[in-house]
């Protein structure tokens, strides 16, 4: 049966309704995350910890009960293991971590758009390693990030930052993170793919940063509105938000899903404005949508 545009085929219709799942509840988790660090005195160490041993775990539990891979395979190489856990406590523990605190420090929205400066970030590196000048469209790229990220932290006034400064530092280590965080594990994700290896970089990541902060030591008010936003950030906005975008893969491409993953920064804006109250000025929107442009100008440019 043809498609003429009007109707898409069933799988990729249900690849995009995935993928838009996953984003839109990565998005939402930032912004629940706000309301526990800002209205319940959670800490930025604790939700790390409590999300990364869970999800990771969760993960591992569920590829190992549905039969797809054995999880414990991979402690069998020396290798593996200690690329395993460089990823677990350099990139995964590393880019919630700084993610979680931008927002703690300011706000989901502009820490999530921050954060999208990574493909950019990625682009800068490979032009380094390969000591050759970008392209036109490159060049485009990070002009507009730099532009829009400008535009995001100061409302366009150059004496003054629009956000605090530790919620810019952060959210700048969160984007540098991330391209750590896509970059190092490609060998292990061609390996054991993307269930063994996150499932393992959040439970290492989480098993090890428990050193620094116990997850039993809880810092926050409880009540019924703050336990929810725990589970939601922990199951809906991790667990099952990786799990919905691994299987979009299946039924769209890469490129595809990562161009659908921008509704992420624009949920969290929105949310942020309509739900906590945040201000956002027309400067950081044209900010923010001039950094989440780029997302598309570097998947159409990977696409031809």
């Known amino acids: 049966m043809e498609s003429h545009g009007a ?14 799942a996953a984003a839109i509840l990565w998005g939402v988790s930032g912004t629940v995350a706000q309301f526990l660090f800002h209205q319940h005195g959670f800490s930025t160490n604790w939700l790390v910890a409590i999300r990364l041993l869970v999800s990771g775990a969760g993960l591992l539990l569920f590829t190992q009960t549905m039969g797809r891979q054995n999880i414990w395979a991979v402690w069998k190489n020396k ?10 406590i350099i990139g995964m523990l590393g880019v919630q971590y700084a993610y979680f605190a931008s927002i703690e420090y300011g706000n989901a929205a502009t820490a999530t758009v921050l954060q999208y400066l990574a493909p950019v970030i990625i682009v800068c590196y490979t032009c380094l390693r390969t000591k050759s000048l970008p392209s036109k469209r490159e060049t485009t790229v990070i002009l507009m990030a730099v532009s829009g ?4 932290v100061t409302k366009g006034n150059l004496h003054t930052l629009a956000i605090s400064f530790p919620a810019f530092i952060w959210g700048i280590l969160s984007a540098f993170a991330l391209a750590f965080y896509s970059l190092y594990p490609s060998r292990l994700l061609s390996k054991w793919g993307s269930l063994i290896t996150v499932g393992w970089g959040m439970l290492l990541g989480g098993i090890g940063f428990s050193f620094f902060h116990p997850p039993w ?12 936003a725990v589970v939601f950030v922990v199951i809906l906005g991790t667990l099952i938000a990786f799990f919905c975008y691994m299987e979009s893969l299946k039924y769209i491409h890469a490129t595809e899903a990562s161009l659908l993953s921008c509704a992420e ?18 400067a950081e929107w044209i900010g923010s949508l001039a950094i989440i ?3 598309f100008i570097l998947s159409r440019s990977n696409s031809q």
Do not use: C, E, M, N
């Not at 290798?79 to 677990?88: E, N, Y």
């Not at 920064?265 to 027309?282: E, G, I, K, N, R």
């Open 7 to 20: 109707v898409l085929p069933f799988p990729r219709t249900k690849g995009i309704i995935l993928v838009l």
């Open 79 to 88: 290798h593996d293991i200690l690329q395993l856990i460089f990823f677990g």
């Open 149 to 152: 990220t400008f535009l995001l």
């Open 217 to 228: 030591k809880v810092q926050g008010t409880w009540s019924l509105s703050s336990f929810l």
């Open 265 to 282: 920064p624009l949920s969290a804006a929105f949310l942020s404005v309509v739900w906590l109250q945040v201000s956002f000025s027309p």
């Open 293 to 295: 442009a780029t997302i």
